[in-house]
C-alpha cells in the first residue's frame, strides 16, 4: 500500500490549515486535495478542491467522486453496511484530515493535537505513526468503510466514547495490542476492567497534556469517580497528594495488579517499604501487627487521627490488648491519675499519648531489652 507518510508534525498542522481554507468544500466531499503535499501546494490546491477532483483513493466509494453540488445524490449511493468494516483507507491519515480540520473540532479537542504527542512520532517504529505503521487507524480501527460517502458516520468507526457501538472491550483492544506490557498485563484481573473503564476514562490523547500523567493533576481524574477517597486525602492527616507532593500510582496501579486493591507492590507492606524503608528491619523484637500490615493501624490515605492512625491509643492498641496488667485500662476518669497524685492502679498508663509515651518502639525494636517495645 502506497501509504504517503509524509506528515512531520509541523507540516501536518500547515497541512490541516490549508484544509481549512477549502473548508466546507472538503467536508462535503471525499476528493481531498492531495494531503501528503509541501504546504504551499496543497493551499494551492485547494481552490481545486471545490471542482469534482477523481479521487485516486480507492476507499472513495464511486459516489466520493461526486461534487459538492450532487451531495443529495448521498442517499443514492450504494448502502454502507453498518459495522466498522475491515478495510482500511489507502491514505491513511491524509484522508482522515481531509474532513478532520480544526472546523470540524469541537471544544476542547482538537484532531491536530495528536501531532503534538509521542504517538506522531514518526522515528518510533512502534508508534501509530512509525514508519509503515496504521496512523489515525492504529487506534481507530479500518477507516475505509467509514471514510466512505453516505455512510454512518458513528457506526463505523471506533470513536473510543462511551456512546460507541463498540463494547467497552472492544474499544480498548487497539491500545492493548501495542500496550499490553509488564505494566499492564493484570489490566483484566483490575477492578477497572471489570467495572467497565474504558483507557480513556483516564487518558486523553488528542492532547498534549495528558492530565492522569501529571503529578499535580492525577488525583483530580481519579476523584471523579472516588469521592471517598477525595475526602479523606483532606484529612488533618494525610499522604501529600493535595499538596501535589504524591501521586496515587505512587501506591496503586492503576492498570489493575494481582495484589489487594490493585498496589503497585505484591502486598501493602512491600508498597509501603518502598518509601519507609526503616520499617522493615530486620528488627530483633519485632510487633506481629506491624509485620503483618501497616493498615492494622494506619489509614493509608488519610485520617482525623495524627500520623494516620485508625484509632488513637490507647483504644487502638486495646483492640488487640486487653489480657491482666494495664494494657486494658480504659481512658476513663478513674483510669486517670488523681489530682492528689495518689492515682489509680492504671493512672500513668493513660496520659497524653498513654501506651506509646512508654511503648515508644511501636514499630519493633533492635534493643537488646526491647523486648516490650519500650526502647
Ligand atoms: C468523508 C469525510 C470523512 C472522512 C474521510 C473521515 N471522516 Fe470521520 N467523521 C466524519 C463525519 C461527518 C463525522 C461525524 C461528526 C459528527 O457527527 O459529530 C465523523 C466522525 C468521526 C469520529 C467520531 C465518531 C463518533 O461516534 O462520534 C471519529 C473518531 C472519526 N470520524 C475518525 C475518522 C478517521 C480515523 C478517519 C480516517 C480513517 C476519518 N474519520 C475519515 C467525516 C469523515
Ligand atoms: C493513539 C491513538 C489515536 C490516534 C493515533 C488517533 N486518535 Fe483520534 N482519538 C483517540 C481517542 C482515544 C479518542 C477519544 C477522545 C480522546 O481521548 O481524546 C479520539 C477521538 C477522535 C475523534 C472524535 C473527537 C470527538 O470528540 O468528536 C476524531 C474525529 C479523531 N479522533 C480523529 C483522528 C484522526 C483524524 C487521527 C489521525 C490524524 C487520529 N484521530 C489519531 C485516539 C487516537
Ligand atoms: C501502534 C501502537 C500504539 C497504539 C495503537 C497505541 N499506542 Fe500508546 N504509545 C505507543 C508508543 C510507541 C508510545 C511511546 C511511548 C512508549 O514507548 O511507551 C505510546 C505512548 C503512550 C502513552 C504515554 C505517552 C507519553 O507521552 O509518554 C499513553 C498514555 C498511551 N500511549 C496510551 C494509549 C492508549 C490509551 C491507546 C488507545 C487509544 C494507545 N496508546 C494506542 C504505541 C501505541
Ligand atoms: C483508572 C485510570 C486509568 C485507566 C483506566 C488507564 N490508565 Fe493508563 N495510566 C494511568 C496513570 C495514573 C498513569 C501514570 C502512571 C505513572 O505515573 O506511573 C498511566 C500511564 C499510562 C501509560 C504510560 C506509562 C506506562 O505505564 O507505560 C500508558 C502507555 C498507559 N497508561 C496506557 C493505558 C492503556 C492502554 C489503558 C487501557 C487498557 C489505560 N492506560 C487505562 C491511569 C489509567
Ligand atoms: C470512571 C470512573 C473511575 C475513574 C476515573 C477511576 N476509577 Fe478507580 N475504580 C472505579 C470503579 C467503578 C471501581 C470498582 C468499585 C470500587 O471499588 O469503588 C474502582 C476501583 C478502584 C480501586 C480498588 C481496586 C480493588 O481491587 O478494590 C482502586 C485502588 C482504584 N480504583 C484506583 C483508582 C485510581 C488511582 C484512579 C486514578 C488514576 C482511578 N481509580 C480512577 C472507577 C474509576
Ligand atoms: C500511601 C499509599 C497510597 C496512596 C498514595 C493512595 N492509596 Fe489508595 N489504598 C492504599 C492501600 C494500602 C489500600 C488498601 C487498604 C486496605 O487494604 O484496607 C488502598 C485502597 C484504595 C481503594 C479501595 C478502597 C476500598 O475501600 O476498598 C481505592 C478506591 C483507592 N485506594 C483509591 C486511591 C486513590 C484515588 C488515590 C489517589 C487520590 C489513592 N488511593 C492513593 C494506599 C494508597
Ligand atoms: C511514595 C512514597 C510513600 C509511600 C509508598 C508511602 N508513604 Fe507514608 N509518607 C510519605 C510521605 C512523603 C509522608 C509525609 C511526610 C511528611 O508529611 O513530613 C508520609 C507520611 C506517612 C505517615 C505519617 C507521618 C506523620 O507523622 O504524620 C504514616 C503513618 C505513613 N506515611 C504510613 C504509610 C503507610 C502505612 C504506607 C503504605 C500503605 C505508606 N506510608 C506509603 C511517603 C510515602
Ligand atoms: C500496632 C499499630 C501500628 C502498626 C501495625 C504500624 N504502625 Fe506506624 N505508627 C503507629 C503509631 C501508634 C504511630 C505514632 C507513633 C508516635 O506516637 O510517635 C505510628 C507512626 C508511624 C509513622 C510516623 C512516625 C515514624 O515513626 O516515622 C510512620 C511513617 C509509620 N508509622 C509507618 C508505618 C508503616 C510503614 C507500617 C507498616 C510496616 C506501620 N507504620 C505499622 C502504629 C502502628
Ligand atoms: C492488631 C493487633 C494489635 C494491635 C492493634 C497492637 N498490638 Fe501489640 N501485639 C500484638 C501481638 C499479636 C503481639 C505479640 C504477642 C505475643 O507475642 O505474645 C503484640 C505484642 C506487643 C508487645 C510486646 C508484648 C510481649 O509480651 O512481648 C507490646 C509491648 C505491645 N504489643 C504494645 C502495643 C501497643 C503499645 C499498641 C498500640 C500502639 C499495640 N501493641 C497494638 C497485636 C497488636
Ligand atoms: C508508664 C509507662 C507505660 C505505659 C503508659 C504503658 N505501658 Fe505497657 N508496659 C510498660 C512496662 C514497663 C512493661 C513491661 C512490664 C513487665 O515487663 O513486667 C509493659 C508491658 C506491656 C505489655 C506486655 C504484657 C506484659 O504484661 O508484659 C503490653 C501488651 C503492654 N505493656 C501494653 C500496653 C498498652 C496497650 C498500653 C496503653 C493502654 C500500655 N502498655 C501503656 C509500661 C507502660
Known amino acids: 500500500m502506497n501509504r504517503a507518510i509524509r506528515w512531520a508534525a509541523p507540516l501536518a498542522l500547515a497541512?490541516?490549515?490549508?484544509?481549512?481554507?477549502?473548508?466546507?468544500?472538503?467536508?462535503?466531499?471525499?476528493?481531498?486535495?492531495?494531503g501528503g503535499a509541501s504546504a504551499p501546494q496543497a493551499a494551492a490546491s485547494a481552490p481545486a478542491a471545490s471542482a469534482p477532483a477523481p479521487s485516486?483513493?480507492?476507499a472513495s466509494a464511486?459516489?466520493?467522486?461526486?461534487?459538492?453540488?450532487?451531495?443529495?445524490?448521498?442517499?443514492?449511493?450504494?448502502?454502507?453496511?453498518?459495522?466498522?468494516?475491515?478495510?482500511?483507507?489507502?491514505?491513511?491519515?491524509?484522508t482522515c484530515l481531509s474532513c478532520h480540520d480544526s472546523e470540524s473540532d469541537s471544544?476542547?479537542?482538537?484532531t491536530a493535537a495528536i501531532f503534538k504527542t509521542r504517538h506522531a512520532q514518526r522515528g518510533d517504529p512502534h508508534a501509530p505513526f512509525g514508519k509503515g505503521n496504521l496512523q489515525c487507524e492504529a487506534c481507530h480501527g479500518p477507516g475505509?468503510?467509514?471514510?466512505?460517502?453516505?455512510?454512518?458516520?458513528?457506526?463505523?468507526?471506533?470513536?473510543?466514547?462511551?456512546?460507541?457501538?463498540?463494547t467497552v472491550q472492544q474499544r480498548n483492544q487497539p491500545c492493548l495490542g501495542c500496550h499490553q506490557d509488564s505494566v499492564r498485563n493484570a489490566w483484566h484481573v483490575g477492578a477497572h476492567d471489570r467495572n467497565q473503564l474504558g483507557c480513556t476514562s483516564c487518558h486523553k490523547l488528542h492532547s498534549e497534556r495528558d492530565a492522569v500523567r501529571e503529578k499535580t493533576a492525577q488525583a483530580d481524574v481519579c476523584y471523579a469517580c472516588h469521592k471517598q477517597e477525595r475526602a479523606d486525602f483532606q484529612k488533618t492527616s494525610a499522604h501529600p497528594?493535595?499538596?501535589?507532593?504524591?501521586?496515587?500510582?505512587?501506591?496503586?496501579?492503576?492498570?489493575?495488579?494481582?495484589?489487594?486493591?490493585?498496589?503497585?507492590?505484591?502486598t501493602v507492606n512491600q508498597t509501603c517499604y518502598s518509601c519507609h524503608a526503616e520499617k522493615r528491619g530486620?528488627?530483633?523484637?519485632?510487633?506481629?501487627?506491624?509485620?503483618?500490615?501497616?493498615?492494622?493501624?494506619?489509614?493509608?490515605?488519610?485520617?482525623?487521627?495524627?500520623?494516620?492512625?485508625?484509632?488513637?491509643?490507647?483504644?487502638?492498641?486495646?483492640?488487640?490488648?486487653?489480657?491482666?496488667?494495664?494494657?486494658p485500662v480504659a481512658r476513663t476518669p478513674s483510669g486517670l491519675p488523681s489530682v492528689a497524685g495518689g492515682g489509680g492502679a492504671g493512672a500513668v498508663?493513660?496520659?497524653?499519648?498513654?501506651?506509646?509515651n512508654c511503648h515508644t518502639q511501636v514499630h519493633g525494636s533492635n534493643h537488646p531489652s526491647g523486648a516490650k517495645l519500650l526502647r
Not at 498508663?349 to 506509646?356: D, L
Open 349 to 356: 498508663y493513660m496520659v497524653a499519648g498513654s501506651c506509646t
Open 15 to 34: 497541512v490541516v490549515l490549508a484544509v481549512t481554507l477549502a473548508h466546507p468544500a472538503a467536508m462535503a466531499q471525499t476528493g481531498a486535495p492531495e
Open 241 to 266: 497528594v493535595r499538596f501535589g507532593l504524591m501521586t496515587c500510582s505512587a501506591c496503586h496501579n492503576a492498570h489493575g495488579s494481582s495484589s489487594t486493591a490493585m498496589l503497585a507492590k505484591s
Open 62 to 94: 464511486p459516489a466520493a467522486s461526486a461534487s459538492a453540488a450532487s451531495a443529495p445524490a448521498e442517499a443514492a449511493a450504494p448502502a454502507v453496511p453498518p459495522g466498522q468494516g475491515t478495510e482500511y483507507t489507502e491514505k491513511g491519515a491524509d
Open 144 to 166: 475505509a468503510r467509514h471514510a466512505t460517502k453516505g455512510s454512518n458516520k458513528k457506526s463505523t468507526i471506533n470513536s473510543f466514547k462511551p456512546t460507541s457501538f463498540l
Open 282 to 327: 530486620p528488627l530483633l523484637w519485632e510487633h506481629a501487627p506491624v509485620v503483618e500490615d501497616c493498615t492494622l493501624c494506619h489509614s493509608p490515605h488519610g485520617s482525623v487521627r495524627r500520623a494516620l492512625l485508625n484509632k488513637s491509643p490507647p483504644l487502638l492498641c486495646q483492640q488487640c490488648h486487653s489480657q491482666a496488667g494495664h494494657p
Open 56 to 58: 485516486a483513493s480507492a
Open 107 to 110: 471544544a476542547g479537542f482538537s
